[in-house]
T-cell receptor, first 114, second 112 residues
């Protein structure tokens, strides 16, 4: 099975930097995803890591350490619109065929304040 | 717009009833996933289909079933509904290269 942990809530100030951590335990790791979800809306893809290291995409960066079962999402120059839930998801190697599922953590609710 | 279409957007029904949720994946995507999201539980994986065949099963109740049709659209059937089934149900699809999931806008199910 898989176990994913991330903080329930975080608060940060507009313009600041925030780091959202995610730790996971899984057999057959095949990639880690970060999604953003505004309340009542669909999750939207932010980043994908399958190898160790940092992936940067604009104001958002994601880091992965497979040996430590650890990832973080870094959000820079925070804006009010960044207030949302951030979901860490792990993909496991498929047992059969070519498709595999994503298992999501419960998400970190980020509140950006003035 | 992710390209994944879910209908209906909202569904209100009574306990004991049966409903069907529908999902059309993005053009070219062969995999369809169903997730349930309750307020206190986050996104829970229910079931996955790939090109018409069931590929993975998660915490899906026996009262729930799904299928993927030859045109690749999928339906999730929920029967003998209970109050606790009230949730947001998301469908997602992924391309053959099997990378990120694209989510539909969800169906909000309210069981009264």
């Amino acid at each position: 099975g898989q176990n994913i942990d991330q903080p329930t809530e975080m608060t940060a100030t507009e313009g600041a930097i925030v780091q959202i951590n995610c730790t996971y335990q899984t057999s057959g790791f095949n990639g880690l995803f970060w999604y953003q979800q505004h309340a009542g809306e669909a999750p939207t893809f932010l980043s994908y890591n399958v190898l160790d290291g940092l992936e940067e995409k604009g104001r958002f960066s994601s880091f992965l350490s497979r040996s430590k079962g650890y990832s973080y999402l870094l959000l820079k120059e925070l804006q009010m619109k960044d207030s949302a839930s951030y979901l860490c998801a792990v993909r496991a190697l498929p047992n059969t065929g070519t498709a595999s599922k994503l298992t999501f953590g419960t998400g970190t609710r980020l509140q950006v304040t003035l | 717009d992710s390209g994944v279409t879910q209908t209906p957007k909202h569904l209100i029904t009574a306990t004991g009833q049966r409903v069907t949720l529908r999902c059309s994946p993005r053009s070219g995507d062969l995999s369809v996933y169903w997730y349930q999201q309750s307020l206190d539980q986050g996104l829970q994986f229910l079931i996955q289909y790939y090109n018409g065949e069931e590929r993975a099963k998660g915490n899906i109740l026996e009262r729930f079933s799904a299928q993927q049709f030859p045109d690749l659209h999928s339906e999730l059937n929920l029967s003998s509904l209970e109050l606790g089934d009230s949730a947001l149900y998301f469908c997602a699809s992924s391309p053959p290269t099997n990378e990120k999931l694209f989510f539909g806008s969800g169906t909000q199910l309210s069981v009264l």
